[in-house]
């Protein structure tokens, strides 16, 4: 998993849990359609399977 993912917000965080908001913070998202490139690591995965519901991820 060396490869780089474009992780894009694509739900409001309006009514999210406060953990589901950290681990956006934590990636870099904090706008709705704003994205961030991102290394592939099985850490931002593990971030993004957390938050799958409001995000798009593509390679």
């Known amino acids: ?3 780089e993912l474009r992780i894009t917000l694509v739900r ?3 009514g999210k849990p406060e953990s589901q908001r950290a681990v ?3 990636l870099g998202l904090s706008k709705v359609n704003g994205s961030v490139v991102l ?3 099985p850490e931002i995965r593990g ?3 957390k938050v ?3 995000v798009k ?3």
């Open 1 to 3: 998993m060396a490869g």
């Open 12 to 14: 409001s965080l309006i």
């Open 24 to 26: 956006l913070k934590g």
């Open 39 to 41: 290394k592939d690591t």
């Open 47 to 49: 971030m993004i399977n």
């Open 52 to 54: 799958i519901h409001l």
């Open 57 to 59: 991820v593509s390679e």
